[in-house]
């Protein structure tokens, strides 16, 4: 399984990002996608996650209403659209696909590169 992330750059806060997974390897509409994100010296957190189908997703408290997260199986992508971005949101944002929509990235069995996100206040 190969998963390439992009999309990520500068910003100033305020604005927008998109970012975006595309995966290959094995059959992508059958496995939860999520995004998880790294600052410098701090752990790596669960940003959104979505289920096989799209039908269900997660956020955490700080991007919820900020972000959308989407997926097009027939394209075997992923999004995360990130709007009114905060210098707090600067990290490298990681996608992975995992079985289960949970919030722990034990629960995800493959890793993308990370694309890096900076948002200048």
Known sequence: ???QACGGGLVQGGGALRLS???SGRTFSRYVMAWFRQAPGKEREFVAGINW???????ADSVE???T??????????????????????????????RRLLPFHDEYDYWGQGTQVTVSS
């Open 1 to 3: 399984v190969q998963l």
């Open 21 to 23: 997974c595309a995966a």
């Open 53 to 59: 189908s799209g039908s269900s997703t997660a956020y």
């Open 65 to 67: 209403g900020r972000f």
């Open 69 to 98: 997260i989407s997926r097009d199986n027939a394209k075997n992508t992923m999004s995360l659209q990130m709007n009114s971005l905060k210098p707090e949101d600067t990290a490298v944002y990681y996608c992975a696909e995992g």
